[in-house]
């Protein structure tokens, strides 16, 4: 249990760190009430998912209701007040964390850090609050937002759920069953701090051979080896235009990478990081050093759920 004074310096290194995130993405973050506003947000969440808007991921009423009960509905808007991402999170009181239902950012700016200021804000938000985890859940296929995920946000993934919410019709799922990955983000972990200043773990391949090879992909190519002392598991370098161009490829790698990740987490292997490449680094059960929480008072100095945090 942490205590009052180190929350305290966690919640002001986390507004620090939401700050300079802020910034450096050109962004201003706020947290949003209003009902027009929150009609513009779920107009922006239906553009990104490519839904109708019959179909929105989260209509505005419910965004309404979400606010009102004093849970999170945080925007960010450009110099020109232009709307330019946003993240919906609600308390889970009997844990002590907020559960991230939805982040995403505005096509066109996947690369502007607008994910990454949201995720950061929304950091600060629940410190603030005294909650100190962050849950949510991710596509595994999509290499871009497991990297944001479990590298540039220092969260990690040990729970595998094979079709989530049932088949999807959007422009992202398209068609595909939902399969999806459970991110615990420990907001008070020294992994947390040093992403939230820029300071990530490097994750990189390490290089293998033939004996390293412990399966091949629909590709025909190494999918899961053994180096290094860690467990690796590769990943479509873009399964939503392979969804659409191949989806038998696309339900193929699927079922592959359901087979694999399960079964590691089944032998309590944790997954910690991703490459540039698409390379899940999973931990064996004994190293949990990335999970200690941070237990002394921090100076503060210096991207589900359809969660679409990883367009950073």
């Known amino acids: 249990m942490l205590q009052n004074v180190d929350l305290l310096s966690l919640a002001a290194q986390a507004a620090n760190a ?12 706020v947290d949003e009430h209003e009902m027009s506003r929150l009609r513009d947000v779920a107009d ?57 239902l939805i982040a995403g950012v505005r096509r066109g700016l996947a690369d502007a850090g607008v994910g990454f200021a949201l995720k950061q804000h929304q950091r600060a938000w629940a410190l603030a609050r005294g909650l100190t985890t962050m849950e949510w859940t991710f596509d595994p296929l999509v290499s871009r937002n497991a990297r944001f995920n479990l ?18 019709d959007d422009e992202i799922n398209a068609n595909d069953e939902t399969d999806r990955l459970v991110a615990i983000w420990s907001l008070t972990s020294e992994q947390a701090i040093a992403c939230s200043e820029r300071r990530p773990e490097t994750v990189e391949l390490p290089e293998f051979g033939p004996g390293d090879v412990r399966a091949v992909g629909p590709d025909g190519q190494p999918v899961l080896i053994e180096a290094d002392g860690f467990g690796w598991c590769r990943v479509p370098t873009d399964i939503v235009a392979l969804r659409v161009s191949d989806p038998a490829a696309a339900a193929a790698w699927r079922q592959g990478i ?22 899940y680094r999973l931990d064996s059960p004994h190293d949990s050093s990335r999970d200690s929480p941070h237990d002394s ?16």
């Not at 087979?259 to 698409?278: E, K, P, Q």
């Open 258 to 279: 359901r087979t694999i990740l399960t079964s590691a987490f089944d032998s309590g292997s944790v997954a910690r990081g991703v490459t540039r490449t698409g390379w």
């Open 18 to 29: 939401a700050a300079h995130a802020a910034e450096a993405s050109r962004m201003r973050l």
């Open 44 to 100: 922006l969440l239906i553009s990104v998912w490519g839904t109708s808007e019959h179909g929105a991921p989260i209509p505005a009423d419910l965004l309404r209701s979400i606010s009102h009960s004093g849970c999170n509905v945080s925007t960010a808007y450009d110099a020109a007040g232009v709307l330019s991402g946003a993240a919906v999170g609600i308390v889970s009181p009997d844990r002590d964390s907020v559960y991230s």
């Open 297 to 312: 008072p921090h100076d503060g100095s210096h991207d589900n759920s359809r969660d679409n945090g990883g367009q950073a």
């Open 151 to 168: 590298t540039k946000l220092g969260a990690t993934a040990s729970e595998y759920i094979p079709n989530f919410y049932g088949v999807m």
